[in-house]
């Protein structure tokens, strides 16, 4: 389908709000986005967090000399007496955050009452906290990348893991979060012109736990910037290498994983399972790898993006085990590196995967995950060079920059 916004000859005034910065994750994909925007029919004015010496660092003064940039950075120190202990940093960022975007907010209305802006997206984050009261004559699109009801579902369907080592006073506390913070986003979203999805998988779960059948919604896959990541970097070693990336928390499955690895290792020899990741600050799986592994199943615990892109390069299956993923971006990253996937049938940015290049089983069965990883081995060991081509071809089809910005600047336009 041709791109909409060809047929414009007036540039299109979009706000963005959201923190940008380097690496992978969420904060990776909007410096990605706006970065896509940079070469799009529009004028960007970023509203972030970020200090301005990392946006001084993350973009070149050709798109510098692009983007309006209003600045509203909140201090952040690990080691200080709100960030010591996990628990209380995770409510003591989240306030800081508040604080600081109540500082872009009052920029950007006087940036609309100025030059009113066409369209402004609200990326990652649903509650619109001081937007809420002007939302009825700002032309808004919220872009979310999680929504509390599903990680609050999560957290209920798995409380049997998590009452092994968490107290139940902070499961408590954070329940009553989480169901605050979901009422606040089911009347927020109400409030936008259009909600912009990671995934149909997404879009569907948030009709159906906010109750929006009648709200506007697209879909925005995340872009992967290809020219980081080789998919010619895979030495020859005898071995072959599942690569689990992700938060050792709830919803990630990685209790399935567990119970699986084991049986996949004893029977492939050849075969080694490293797991990347860690807890986060208000769920946190560690101890369930906190005890001796199987051996050839290694936990490298957190690493650094670009540490994660080296793995990924070296090793040859993704294993995406999740119980409901709204996106996935590690999914696009695995493919630009040449990687097989193997993802739960609820993994969003798995849905548009052809079967050539995607093993899916249903979410929660170990035995079809397990069937999946085996079906995954036999293909690397029969036609990985192939598999390698063609997980790269299938990332640029879907997720390369030009692609994901088009579909954004699309979305934006029939917002209008």
């Known amino acids: 389908m041709p791109a909409l916004h060809t047929t414009r000859s007036k540039p299109l005034r979009v706000a963005w709000i959201s923190d940008v910065e380097p690496g992978g994750g969420v904060p990776g994909m909007a410096t990605q986005l706006v970065t896509g925007l940079c070469e799009q029919n529009c004028e960007l004015h970023v509203f972030s967090r970020t200090p301005p010496e990392v946006i001084e660092k993350l973009f070149s003064k050709q798109m510098l000399s692009k983007i309006r940039f209003s600045l509203s950075p909140y201090e952040w120190k690990w080691g200080r007496w709100y960030s010591r202990d996990r628990r209380i940093a995770f409510v003591a960022s989240f306030v800081k955050r508040i604080r600081a975007g109540q500082r872009l907010i009052s920029d950007l209305l006087d940036e609309h009452a100025k030059c009113p802006f066409d369209v402004v997206v609200q990326f990652s984050q649903i509650e619109l906290f001081g937007l809420r009261k002007h939302a009825a004559r700002l032309p808004l ?28 006073w902070w499961r408590l506390l954070r329940r009553f979060y989480l169901e605050l913070r979901s009422r606040m986003q089911s009347q927020d979203l ?4 259009k909600v912009i999805g990671m995934s149909k998988t997404f879009n569907e779960r948030l009709k159906g736990d906010y109750q929006l059948y009648g709200a506007k919604f697209g879909v925005v896959y995340q872009p ?7 998919a010619c970097r895979r030495q020859a070693d005898g071995q072959i290498r599942l690569l689990f990336v992700g938060r050792i928390s709830v919803r990630k499955g990685i209790e399935l994983l567990l119970e699986a690895a084991p049986k996949i290792l004893s029977k492939h020899l050849d075969a080694t399972i490293t797991i990347i990741g860690a807890g986060s ?36 299956i993704l294993l995406v085990p999740s119980h409901y993923e709204p996106g996935g971006i590690v999914v696009g990253e695995a493919l630009a590196a040449g990687m097989l996937i193997v993802a739960s049938d609820v993994v969003g940015s798995a849905e548009i995967l052809s079967n050539e290049v995607c093993l899916r089983f249903v979410a929660g069965n170990v035995s079809e995950f397990i069937l999946a990883m085996e079906a995954a081995i036999s ?18 089809k879907h997720f390369s920059l030009p692609v994901v910005a088009n579909a954004l600047m699309n979305q934006l336009q029939l917002s209008l």
């Open 141 to 168: 699109v919220i872009f979310p990348c999680v929504h509390a009801k599903g990680e609050l579902r999560a957290c209920i369907q798995e409380e049997s893991i998590a009452r092994q080592w968490e107290p139940g």
């Open 190 to 193: 109400r409030l936008a012109r």
């Open 224 to 230: 992967i910037a290809l020219g980081q990541i080789s």
């Open 281 to 316: 600050l208000w769920s946190n799986y560690e101890p369930l790898l906190n005890r001796v592994l199987p051996q050839h199943l290694i936990w490298k615990r957190n690493l650094p993006h670009d540490g994660v892109v080296s793995e990924m390069e070296r090793s040859d």
């Open 379 to 396: 293909r690397i060991r029969s036609e990985e060079q192939t598999l390698r081509l063609k997980a790269r071809e299938e990332c640029k």
